[in-house]
C-alpha cells in the first residue's frame, strides 16, 4: 500500500453530506446481553473473560466421577472434542444472542453451512437452495449432495410464498440467505419458513451478512441460523470460525451430526470470537452508518450504473429489509457503468484505504471486484463491473474521498 493520503486535508475538499435515514432502534438489548454473556467469572479465579482452555483428556478423580460423566448426549463422556469451558462459552453466548436452543461451533463458516445442511438431509431426499447463495454453499451442493443421491433444486431469492410451488414431499431442506451472497436480494423468509413447513422441511438460514443482532431467525421460522464467525463476531480478520444454532426441533439433529463428523474448532480462535462477540454491536453500528453513507454517495457518481444495498430505500429489497431487519452491516455491491480493463486497473491502483480480498467485516475496508456470480434460475444482468464493497471502521468521509477519487481517474482513463 502506498503512503497514506493526508486526511483533513481531503476532508475539507468533500461537501458535508447527509445519512440516509437508519432505523431507530438497532438492537439495544445486544449491547447489554454481549457485555455479560458467555461469562463464568466464578470458575476462573475472577478472571473478566473466559481464558482458552486447551485439552483432549479431561480427566477424572474417581470411577464413579467417571462414570457420572456419561450423559445421554455425551456417550464418550468428557473429552475435548465435545468442547472445553472455552467453546461452551461460546456457544452458549451465541445461542442466547440467536434466541435459538443451542449452539455448536465449527471450524469455518463453510463448514457450520455445509454441516447444517448434512445433519438434515438423508439418501433421496430433495433441497431447496437459494439462487443467491454464497458460492462455496453451492459448490458444496452441487459436488457433494449430488453424488449422495440428494437432488438440489434452485429457487429464486425472491419467491416468497411461491415457494409452495417448489415443495415436494420428499423436500428436507430450505436452505435461505438473506441479503443474498453478492447481489444482495432480500428475502421474505418468514413467508418461505411457513410453506417448508407445511411437510417436514427444515429451513436453514446463512445469517452472516446481519449477524445475530440485525436479523432474528427463530422468530421468522428458521430451524437453524448459520454464521460464519469469520465476518463480524471475529470482526478483525485474523481468524476462521463458524456457528451453528437450532431450534428445539432441529437441535438433535445438528448436534448428532457436528459429532458424528469430530468437527472442532481451536481454542484459540474460539477466544478470538469470544473476544470480539464484546465489540459487536459497537463495530455494528459504525459499519452500517459508514456503510449506508458510501453506499448513497456512490448511488449519484456518474461512473454508478446502480448500487446493491438493502437500506437504501430505492432498493428492491428495501421494504422487506425495513419490515424484518433491526439494521444493515458494511456489506454491499456495487455495479459500474461499463468500463475497461484500464479503467479498473487504475480505480484499484488508486485505491489507498481499501484492500482488495476475499472474507470481510473485519475493522478495514474492502473493496472487491467479482466474476459475474452463478445463477441458475435467475439470470444477472449487470450494467458494467461488479465490486462488493465492506465499509470498515475508518472514517467515511476519508473512505469516500478515496473511493470517489479512484472512480474519477478510471471515468477519465475512459475518456468520458
Ligand atoms: C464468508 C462466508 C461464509 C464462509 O465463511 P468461512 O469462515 O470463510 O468459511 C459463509 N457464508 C457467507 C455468507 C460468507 O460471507
Known amino acids: 500500500m502506498n503512503a497514506l493520503p493526508a486526511m483533513t486535508e481531503m476532508n475539507a475538499l468533500i461537501p458535508p453530506r447527509s445519512l440516509t435515514a437508519l432505523p431507530a432502534s438497532h438492537a439495544p438489548w445486544g449491547d447489554t446481553m454481549l457485555a455479560h454473556t458467555g461469562r463464568a467469572t466464578d470458575a476462573f479465579g475472577g478472571l473478566v473473560n473466559t481464558p482458552v482452555c486447551r485439552g483432549s ?19 464418550m463422556a468428557s473429552y475435548g472434542r465435545f468442547g472445553t469451558a472455552t467453546t461452551k462459552a461460546f456457544e452458549s ?13 465449527f471450524p469455518s ?14 439418501h433421496g431426499d430433495h433441497v ?70 407445511r411437510g417436514d422441511a427444515y429451513v436453514i438460514m446463512d445469517n452472516t451478512w446481519a449477524s445475530p443482532l440485525y436479523f432474528n431467525p427463530f422468530a421468522h421460522g428458521v430451524d437453524i441460523s448459520v454464521q460464519a464467525a469469520t465476518k463480524y463476531i471475529v470482526g478483525h480478520s485474523d481468524a476462521l470460525l463458524g456457528v451453528a ?3 428445539p426441533r432441529a437441535w438433535p439433529l445438528l448436534q448428532a451430526g457436528a459429532q458424528n463428523f469430530g468437527q472442532i474448532a481451536g481454542p484459540d480462535d474460539i477466544y478470538l470470537a469470544l473476544r470480539g ?23 449519484s457518481h456518474r461512473a454508478v450504473a446502480r448500487v446493491l444495498h438493502p437500506a437504501l430505500p430505492g432498493d428492491p429489497g428495501h421494504a422487506i429489509w425495513a419490515r424484518d431487519f433491526r439494521g444493515a452491516s458494511g456489506l454491499f455491491g456495487l455495479v459500474l457503468k461499463p468500463m475497461s480493463a484500464q479503467a479498473m486497473s487504475v480505480l484499484f491502483a488508486r485505491l489507498q484505504l481499501f484492500g482488495i480480498g476475499l472474507s470481510w467485516g473485519g475493522y ?38 478515496d473511493f470517489s477519487s479512484g472512480l474519477d481517474a478510471a471515468w477519465a482513463c475512459d475518456g468520458h
Open 57 to 75: 483428556t479431561i480427566l477424572s478423580n474417581s470411577l464413579e466421577e467417571w462414570e457420572s460423566r456419561k450423559q445421554p448426549n455425551n456417550p
Open 93 to 105: 453466548a451465541i445461542a442466547e444472542l440467536e434466541g435459538g436452543a443451542a449452539s455448536i461451533v
Open 109 to 122: 463458516g463453510l463448514a457450520a453451512c455445509t454441516h447444517a445442511i448434512m445433519a438434515v438431509v438423508r
Open 128 to 197: 431447496l437452495i437459494s439462487d443467491s447463495v454464497y458460492g462455496p454453499t453451492r459448490q458444496f451442493a452441487n459436488r457433494v449432495l449430488a453424488a449422495m443421491n440428494i437432488e438440489v433444486e434452485y429457487y429464486d431469492p425472491l419467491v416468497g410464498g411461491a415457494i409452495r410451488e417448489r415443495i415436494r414431499p420428499n423436500t428436507r431442506a430450505v436452505y435461505v440467505e438473506s441479503p443474498g451472497s453478492l447481489t444482495f436480494e432480500v428475502q421474505d423468509i418468514a413467508a418461505i419458513a411457513q410453506e417448508a413447513h
Open 245 to 247: 444454532t437450532a431450534n
Open 277 to 299: 462477540l464484546r465489540t459487536l454491536a459497537v463495530r455494528l453500528r459504525r459499519h452500517q452508518e459508514t456503510g449506508v453513507f458510501l453506499a448513497d454517495a456512490l448511488s
Open 364 to 401: 478495514e475496508s474492502l473493496a472487491l471486484p467479482v466474476d459475474t456470480p452463478s445463477r441458475t434460475i435467475r439470470p444477472l444482468h449487470l450494467e458494467g463491473p461488479l465490486l462488493r464493497i465492506h465499509a470498515g471502521l475508518e472514517c467515511a468521509q476519508d473512505l469516500w474521498a
